[in-house]
């Protein structure tokens, strides 16, 4: 059973690293964060960035136990998104237990572990009061029947926005293109294929030494399902290493204006002349969203300075980490 870890960052700062070593391939690792949450330490930060384990790090509005609420909330949306599977908050926090209460009274597999608990997931476990035993006909249930008892419908629940270093996400509930039968091709799907030469071309912008950039750009562009899709498929098919190496050399400057050109073509805008070196030097003076915001209002009308930040906030950080 995969298992989906709920980090607490404001809580537990990044004890949550010793999962990297402990959490299998299909498991997931969320980690909630606010301006709030402690910085990551050196050592723990080259973890991160060696591993190959996925870990998605959402962003939180920040306020009285605001954290809390929010992790709660994409909790539910999980349970109600994926059923079958364990989820787990790590948190020092005993506030949670009522959730973990709450869930598992209906049959849903919700346990908090310490953040110190970390390097041992497998064995141990917050314990809950007696009387709070799940009764054997919640065991019985069916977690999509407690789901729709107790979460909206899918089409009308959204998923929390989200800051994605790694692994966001809940499975989508359509079948993404690649659960096809290998044999079965869709030569029509012209929009699928420019979309992979598109992701390819960002592939060879940001290469396979950053993956953290890599995972967020994909899913950011192109969507959850095909972001990650890409993102599996480079990560693991070695002749995309080959594709990098062979690729036409291009200078930073060049790869910031195609990464920026692909942002902009898949949001059906178009690029102004110049704007991908003026978001990198505007970025370099003042590396915050507010000046970013302030500069682009400063060189175009409202409208325009408007919808340009808006489409490159999310990749401003991405496009200036380009090497």
């Known amino acids: 059973m995969s298992k989906t870890y709920f980090i607490d960052s404001e809580n537990v700062g990044d004890n949550w690293i010793a999962l990297l070593g402990k959490a299998s391939a299909d498991d997931t690792i969320l980690v909630y964060y606010t301006m709030k949450s402690p910085h990551m330490n050196y050592r723990n930060l080259i973890l991160l960035k060696q591993s190959d384990k996925e870990v998605t790090f959402i962003e939180c509005n920040y306020g009285n136990n605001a954290l809390d609420f929010q992790l709660c909330t994409d909790l539910g949306y999980r349970v109600h998104d994926i059923g079958d599977g364990e989820f787990i908050i790590v948190s020092n926090d005993t506030g949670y237990d009522a959730v973990v209460r709450f869930w598992r009274k209906r049959g849903v597999s919700v346990k908090r572990i310490k953040g110190n608990a970390c390097s041992s997931v ?29 979460a909206p419908a899918p089409e009308t629940t959204q998923a929390p926005a989200t800051v994605t270093v790694t692994e966001e996400s809940a499975p989508s509930p359509a079948a993404p293109a690649t659960e096809a039968p290998a044999e079965e091709t869709v030569p ?23 993956l953290v950039d890599l995972h967020d750009a994909l899913k950011k562009t192109f969507g959850e399902a095909s972001g990650k899709t890409f993102y599996t498929e480079f990560k693991t098919k070695s002749s995309y290493k080959s594709f990098i190496s062979k690729h036409k050399k291009l200078s930073r400057d060049e790869k910031q204006k195609l990464y920026t050109g692909i942002v902009f073509k898949e949001n059906h805008t178009d690029m102004p002349k110049g704007l991908p070196e003026f978001l990198v030097k505007s970025w370099k003076q003042k590396p915050n969203l507010n000046s970013l915001r302030s500069a682009l209002l400063g060189k175009y009308s409202k409208g325009q300075a408007r919808e340009y930040y808006d489409l490159i906030k999310a990749h401003i950080k991405i496009l200036n980490n380009i090497k």
């Open 122 to 150: 497998d064995t141990y476990e917050e314990p809950l009061d007696e009387e709070e035993t799940v009764s054997p006909e919640a065991k019985a249930a069916a977690p999509e029947d407690i789901a729709r008892e107790t």
């Open 188 to 210: 029509e799907d012209n929009t699928q294929d420019a979309s992979l030469e598109e992701a390819q071309e960002m592939l060879y912008c940001i290469g396979l030494d950053n």
